[in-house]
């Protein structure tokens, strides 16, 4: 996962989206508006507070999983992302300062669907291989590898994709625009795809392995404590709330990007408060704010098979 995620920092880095509009008035201004300072401040607080509550359940939560690195880094790079756009709206018409901005707003959550990625990928480990076999629709060793995979290329296309669209070579920009807004719709149908296999877990464990659904628990449940929760249930509602929040926001990018540069949707900024900032911010702060990830994991794995699986022999 480190590697995948030095691979990413470094396309980020050497990669951008980008995008210029000429204002009314005749002034050079990027991205058709001025970003209003008074959102942009709101957004970096509730960014900004998740970020940190996250890195503190990373550190104080034991024992510690690498994985949810993917979570702190992505809350950490948005709210980066906002302090650029505070930056940006002080010089609306440096090219720059316009690029950072876009860079860590529009990649940023590629890091929150990796997240999800792997918490599939890891809950399933707590269930018995019978299990695990008959609820999947994808095999547990390719999850991650489909998934991430995927989110990395469509990664590629939007970053390089956007820079294109920089060019002041009108066929360049067009290439540009059509690789960028492929990488988009791509990355919204992978979504999908892995929502439709999340969700078929969950519906399958609960109509094949009913005892394993109706978890008998010893401990309430607690939002804010490090202790393990038996009920993995909780896990798998927060993480379907969360898909629903990236599937929002992957359908207002597509409707962005298709509409293009001089398109209602992207010149005007409430619908990007609406449709994307607002909806990723509330999906993941369940992750730090109601139940860390991490705790459902520490529960004992399921060990019976036998006298608790009543799994449905296929004809």
């Known amino acids: 996962m480190s590697t995948s995620l030095r691979f990413l920092v470094l396309v980020g880095l050497c990669t951008f989206a980008a ?3 000429t204002a009314a008035d005749g002034e050079n201004i990027i991205g058709g508006y001025i970003p209003r300072k008074s959102l942009s401040i709101l957004a970096l607080s509730l960014y900004g507070i998740s ?3 996250m890195w503190i359940q990373f550190f104080i939560v034991k024992p510690r999983r690498k994985f949810i690195l993917w979570l702190t880094f992505g809350m950490t790079a948005m709210a980066t992302g906002f302090v650029l756009r505070i930056i940006f709206a002080n010089d ?4 720059g300062k316009y690029i950072g901005m876009d860079l860590f707003i529009l990649l940023s959550p590629c ?6 990625y792997m918490i599939l990928s890891h809950l399933v480990r707590i269930f018995p291989q019978e299990v695990v ?12 590898k489909i998934f991430v995979w995927s989110d990395v290329t469509t990664f590629l296309l939007q970053s390089s994709g956007g820079g294109l669209t920089a060019m002041k070579n ?4 067009n290439i540009g625009n059509k690789i960028a807004e492929t990488g988009i719709i791509l990355q919204a149908i992978s979504y999908l795809l892995f929502t439709v296999v999340f969700l078929t877990f969950g519906f399958r464990i ?26 993995w249930r ?6 379907c709330i969360t898909c629903i929040g990236i599937l929002i926001r992957s359908v207002f990018r597509i409707v962005e990007f298709v509409g293009g540069y001089n398109g209602r949707v992207f010149t005007h900024e409430s619908y990007f408060y609406i449709c994307d900032a607002l909806p990723l911010w509330i999906a993941m702060s369940l992750y730090c704010f109601f139940l860390w990830p991490i705790r459902a994991f520490n529960r004992p794995p399921f060990t019976e098979t036998g006298s608790v699986l009543e799994l449905k022999q296929s004809a």
């Open 19 to 21: 995008a210029r509009e």
């Open 51 to 53: 970020a940190i509550a």
């Open 92 to 95: 609306p018409t440096n090219e």
């Open 111 to 116: 890091l929150f669907l990796a997240t999800n």
């Open 133 to 144: 076999e008959r609820s999947l629709l994808v095999r547990q060793s390719r999850i991650v």
């Open 170 to 173: 009108v066929n360049l920009a």
């Open 206 to 231: 609960q109509k094949h392995a009913p005892k394993l659904w109706d978890v008998q628990t010893r401990e309430p449940f607690r939002v804010f404590s490090t202790q393990p929760v038996e009920d």
């Open 234 to 239: 909780i896990l798998f509602y927060t993480t």
